[in-house]
């Protein structure tokens, strides 16, 4: 490839921080963004024309996730954030080998966290079948599970759910009910959200499994590994600048607004389509 025609990062503080998703769960880490990071201007590309992620290979989310970069590159981004389990899994490193100069922060399962939270001795995960099943997700085990039994679990058709905005209909209520139970049987007494769609579920599964159960994501971590990393580079946005929130879809920009209009403070926010050129399927 011609590295010429590569975007290339922006380098100054008052410059935006691009954040990606398979579609609307990288919401739940945008918002932690947010609330530590008020100053930053923030972009955000959602997938939907191609969500779920959690069932394809990997070679598609890694060149899904490089058109989105890239897009957001095209929008003078300083640091991207991988706001998805999934897109982590298949598609960092390939990311920060093509482009070493942007600051990329990634996420992943919070098994340090929760294996250190537990009193039972059981952790039960929650994700999606792409990043249980990666080698990464191999490696954290194998790194911080020590003797906690840690099990897991897939979750088809909540993310799906998720993106319609069906968060309190039956259906995820039969969904939960089937993959949590396993879990509270076998006697996990911390729960890890897995992926980024699941915060937005938090409520339901409290009011299903009770307060007892620890529930644990990692989108304030992240949060703040990105203040770290824009610290570290000279790029923290100063806070007497009132910033720019944007968002883009590849899907239904009714679809996203909508969910904008109960998960995000600025309910009016404009949802702007990401270009056919951007919509061809990899490969
Ligand atoms: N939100 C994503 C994650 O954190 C992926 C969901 C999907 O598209 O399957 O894993």
């Known amino acids: 490839m011609n590295t010429m025609t590569e975007p290339r990062t922006a380098t100054y503080p008052h410059a935006p921080v691009g954040v990606i998703d398979s579609g609307m769960g990288g919401l739940s880490v945008l918002r932690e963004i947010r609330a530590l990071l008020p100053a930053e201007a923030l972009c955000y590309v959602a997938d939907s024309g191609f969500v779920p992620y959690g069932s394809r290979p990997a070679t598609e989310i890694r060149n899904r996730a490089e058109t989105l970069v890239r897009f957001l590159l095209g929008q003078q981004v300083k640091a991207v954030v991988v706001a998805c389990n999934t897109a982590t899994a298949a598609a960092a490193r390939s990311l920060r080998d093509r482009w070493p100069g942007l600051p990329i922060v990634a996420m992943e399962p919070a098994v340090k966290p929760a294996v250190a939270a537990t009193r039972s001795g059981v952790v039960g995960v929650l994700a999606t079948e792409g990043t ?4 990464r997700f191999a490696g954290l085990l194998e790194q911080y599970a020590g003797r906690v039994e840690v099990i897991t679990q897939p979750c088809p058709g909540l993310v799906e759910a998720v993106e319609q905005g069906d968060l309190d209909g039956p259906l995820v209520g039969r969904l939960l009910e089937r993959y949590l139970t396993p879990l509270i049987d076998a006697g ?27 529930l644990i994501d990692t989108g304030a971590a992240v949060a703040r590994q990105l203040r770290r990393r824009l ?17 883009w879809t590849t899907g239904d920009p009714g ?29």
């Open 188 to 214: 996990a007494d911390t729960i890890i959200l897995g992926c980024t769609h699941y915060p937005f579920l938090r409520e339901r599964i409290r009011e299903m499994a009770g307060a007892r159960l620890q």
């Open 255 to 283: 679809a996203m607004h909508r969910f904008l209009a109960r998960h995000w403070p600025e309910p009016e926010a404009e949802v702007g389509i990401v270009d056919d050129d951007w919509r061809r399927r990899p490969g």
């Open 231 to 247: 610290d570290e580079a000279g790029l923290q946005a100063s806070v007497d600048v009132s910033p720019m929130h944007r968002f």
């Open 132 to 135: 249980l099943g990666s080698a």
